[in-house]
């Protein structure tokens, strides 16, 4: 069956087919959560087989939905106006690329606030989403950095052949709702945010930068003094 075609062509996820055609990846793959594209709601998605991924996964009080749709209209703004300029051919100093690392930081330094009731601040719901993503390390996919915060979690995964980035974010989450909302006395109401963010790691360096942040995170955040004193990290693991 094919995929619905939206009236309004998604811009982001246009701009997001050009960028996986001019680095060579392949676009329209067979299963587009492997290699390729795909959307969960507006923003794309961009899959690489055989890469490294950057993800965040956050519970659902974390981030209100106003502050998500004020960082998303700064967002949508530079991404007009910088395009508007290629358009007449002139230059900007901006990039799709620095725009979207803008508002990931923007997103990171609001979670690092505390907003939210914070319940990974609870040790025994931190170790519970620590241990669910250190479970199948090794034989699904090999967790390179990660760290769980009071009201998120980032990790640096490389899934193994057949398994799916995808997968594996569903699986941890899954799991430890379940487990999380019986603890902290949850009925129906939702426990992680629906959405996740998933980033395909595009060169060494960029790793390098991205597990220096988290590893960090939980200093920035005023947490310990050393990265090494946060017991849910892959830092202090590292350490002992």
Known sequence: MQPHKPDNPNRGLERTRHQLRASGARDEAANSLRSGIHTRGYLPHVK???ASYFVTFRLADSLPKEVLLEYEREKAGRLRRLNDFAKRGETINDSEEEI???FRRKIERYLDRGAGVCHLRRPDIADLVANAMRHFNES????????????????????????LMSDILKSWKQFTSRRAKKIVGLGEEPFWQTESYDHWIRSDEEKARIARYIRNNPVSAGLCARTEDWRWSSAYRAAK
């Open 140 to 163: 699904r996919y090999l967790l390179l950095e990660w760290v769980v915060m009071p009201n998120h979690a980032h990790a640096i995964v490389w899934p193994m052949p057949n398994h």
């Open 100 to 102: 979207a690392r803008d």
């Open 48 to 50: 690489r087989e055989g």
